[in-house]
């Protein structure tokens, strides 16, 4: 089982910048798609960006497009999410995770992590 841990997270005023990263422990996940979601307070997981694992193809949630680049790294088991021009808006945790297309929405498996705590000041 693939164990994924998050971090980089943290406070940054609106307009800046962090890079998330996503370590795997376990059993590699270089054959899997990942991806990250996020959670703000009070409003359901959303799905933020996945990268598949045979050709590197990236797939963005439309708030996040042109401004959040996900990349990985399989060599080394890990992934990333820089997250340029950020708003008060894409404050929440951020999660990664396996995912996969159910249909046109996306999804991922059951188990998360802590996340990482990203929040926006205005």
């Known amino acids: 089982q693939v164990q994924l841990i998050e971090s980089g997270g943290g406070l940054v005023q609106a307009g800046g910048s962090l890079r998330l990263s996503c370590a795997a422990s376990g059993r590699t996940f270089s054959r899997r798609t990942v991806g990250w979601f996020r959670q703000a307070p009070g409003k359901e997981r959303e799905f933020v960006a996945a990268?598949?694992?045979?050709?590197?193809?990236?797939y963005y949630a439309d708030s996040v497009k042109g401004r959040f680049t996900i990349s990985r790294d399989n060599a080394n088991n890990t992934m990333y999410l820089q997250m340029n021009s950020l708003e008060p808006e894409d404050t929440a945790v951020y999660y990664c995770?396996?995912?996969?297309?159910?249909?046109?929405?996306?999804?991922?498996?059951?188990?998360w992590g802590q996340g990482t705590q990203v929040t926006v000041s205005s």
């Open positions: 995770n396996i995912v996969f297309l159910m249909g046109s929405r996306w999804s991922a498996m059951d188990s």
């Open positions: 990268i598949s694992w045979n050709d590197g193809t990236t």
